[in-house]
C-alpha cells in the first residue's frame, strides 16, 4: 500500500487555487520551467513520471516504509501500546507527504504557522498571484500559474494578511533563499538547513521540522505539535519522547501514526494519512 489517496486527502485542503488542482483520481500542477505534472491514482498507487511528484507520494519509499512499521511494531510491544500495533496492520505503510517544490514549502510551512488549514491556504492564495502566468499552451482547467518564486516573494510579501511579523520572516527567509544564503532542497544538508533557518528571527523548531519532514526526513518527532499529543494520547502512548527513543531513525513514522490518530474519521471509500498540519 502506497497511501496514494491518503495523501490526495492531505493534498487537498492545501490546494493553492490557480496552481494546483486536487482531483479524486489525481493531481496536477506547474512547476518551474514552466511546466505542468500530473500523477495519476488508482486505487493505493500513484504513477507519474515527474520526479517531483513522485516525491511528493513517495512513490519510491516503500521499503523504508515496512522498515519503519516494523520498528514502529517492536515499541508498541515493548512498551505496551496494542493500539498502535493495530493501527499499522490496518493500514500499513503510510506514505510521508513530500513536496514537489522546496522552496514552496518553506513558504507553506513559514505562513501556516499557528493557524488553520483554510487560513494558510487563502494567505498562499494572495502569494499565489504573484507568481508568472503560464503560457497559453499550459493552462488547463484550474491550473494557471506557477508558484512565486523566491525573489518574487521577498518583493511582495506584503500582499500577506496578518501580523507583520509573519509577513517580514516570510521575506526574511525568501530572501536568504533567492540569494543563496541558505540551500533550501532535496539535496541539502538538512542539519546545516536547519541550523540556519533557525538563525532567522520569526522561524522556530516546528517550522524548520515540518519542512524537513516534507523534504524527507525520516526521523522527524514534532513533540510541540498539538495533533502529534493528542494521537499519542488517543494511541495509549503516555510518554511520547521515551517511546519515540525506542523508534529512532524512523520517528517520521511515529508522527504520522499520532497524525493520523488524531484526524477525524475519514469516509469509508478514502484513506487518510493526516489533515493535522499545514
Known sequence: ??????????LRPRAVPGVEVVEP??????LPGPRVATATVEGE??????PDLARVFDIHGADARREADARLTWAAA?????????????????????????????????????????????????????GDALPAALVADGVE??????????????VLRGPAAKTAAVRRAAEAVATGAIDVS??????????????????????VGYLSLR???????????VAVRKGA????IDDLAGFAADCAEHRSALMLRCWAASAPAAPPTAQRVSAASR
Do not use: N
Not at 45 to 50: F, I, L, P, Q, R
Open 1 to 10: 500500500m502506497t497511501g496514494a489517496p491518503g495523501i490526495l486527502a492531505w
Open 25 to 30: 483520481d489525481g493531481y496536477r500542477r506547474a
Open 45 to 50: 498507487v500513484a504513477t507519474t513520471a515527474d
Open 78 to 130: 515493548r512498551h505496551g501500546v496494542p493500539a498502535l500495533a493495530e493501527a499499522v496492520a490496518a493500514s500499513p505503510a503510510l506514505a510521508q507527504p513530500g513536496c514537489a517544490d522546496a522552496h514552496e514549502m518553506l513558504v507553506r510551512a513559514i505562513v501556516g504557522q499557528q493557524i488553520s488549514v483554510v487560513a494558510a491556504t487563502q494567505q498562499l492564495a494572495l502569494l499565489a498571484a504573484l
Open 145 to 158: 500559474r506557477c508558484f512565486p518564486t523566491m525573489a518574487q516573494v521577498a518583493d511582495g510579501a506584503d
Open 186 to 207: 532535496p539535496a541539502a544538508d538538512l542539519e546545516v538547513m536547519r541550523a540556519q533557518l533557525l538563525e532567522l528571527k520569526g522561524i522556530g523548531p516546528w517550522t
Open 215 to 225: 523534504l524527507g526526513d525520516p526521523d522527524v518527532l514534532l513533540l510541540g505539535d
Open 233 to 236: 494520547r488517543l494511541l495509549g
